[in-house]
T-cell receptor
Framework: DVKVTQSSRYLVKRTGEKVFLECVQD?????MFWYRQDPGLGLRLIYF???????EKGDIPEGYSVSREKKERFSLILESASTNQTSMYLC?????????????FGEGSRLTVL | GQNIDQPTEMTATEGAIVQINCTYQTSGFNGLFWYQQHAGEAPTFLSY??LDGLEEKGRFSSFLSRSKGYSYLLLKELQMKDSASYLC??????????WGAGTKLIIKP
């Protein structure tokens, strides 16, 4: 069974703390994505990666960075967390071939910044 | 700008049929996707339409009209487990997904 695993389901952090969100997929997918999901808004793309060590900014990259050192792992970093980064963070992966856009999502990491 | 519109919430009765609409205005079009997301869970892929017409998959069907910028997801023989949010997403000319805010479907016995 294909799987995207996010390291933490729930996190509570303080303003200014550095936050790491880890995502691992076991499907050998080339593409990996980080989204945030907020009530009343569609999923918003933060960063994505089409290959190891490659990263591209999405629609809302400010305040975030990413790392992809291995094909299966894509990390999202909040260098200095702020209260407006309280959200649900979803990691996803997809194959580089076939129905591009068929994403496989992790369960999500709900981050609260106090 | 790019925009995906879908109703915020819908209510339907167990055993009935419900149609969830999605209208879009995007820079180019490379397909439309529907995802299902149960509360507290990950979204899961339901369907993909790139050509006009109806795609049927069991109790779920998805329709696309590119000329009208319109799609719908049709759910038949509703079951309580169909209570979820349904997300519409369009792939634009840059092969990026533009997402609607989702439609929360409530099924009543």
């Amino acid at each position: 069974d294909v799987k995207v695993t996010q390291s933490s389901r729930y996190l509570v952090k303080r303003t200014g703390e550095k936050v790491f969100l880890e995502c691992v997929q076991d499907m050998d997918h080339e593409n990996m994505f980080w989204y945030r999901q907020d009530p009343g808004l569609g999923l918003r793309l933060i960063y994505f990666s089409y290959d190891v060590k490659m990263k591209e900014k999405g629609d809302i990259p400010e305040g975030y960075s990413v790392s992809r050192e291995k094909k299966e792992r894509f990390s999202l970093i909040l260098e200095s967390a702020s209260t407006n980064q309280t959200s649900m963070y979803l990691c996803a992966s997809s194959s580089g071939t076939g129905a591009v856009g068929e994403l496989f999502f992790g369960e999500g990491s709900r981050l609260t910044v106090l | 700008g790019q925009n995906i519109d879908q109703p915020t919430e819908m209510t339907a009765t167990e055993g009935a049929i419900v149609q969830i609409n999605c209208t879009y205005q995007t820079s180019g079009f490379n397909g439309l996707f529907w995802y299902q997301q149960h509360a507290g869970e990950a979204p899961t892929f339901l369907s993909y339409n790139v050509l006009d017409g109806l795609e049927e998959k069991g109790r779920f069907s998805s329709f696309l009209s590119r000329s009208k910028g319109y799609s719908y997801l049709l759910l038949k023989e509703l079951q309580m487990k169909d209570s979820a949010s349904y997300l519409c997403a369009v792939m634009d000319s840059n092969y990026q997904l533009i997402w609607g805010a989702g439609t929360k479907l409530i099924i009543k016995p």
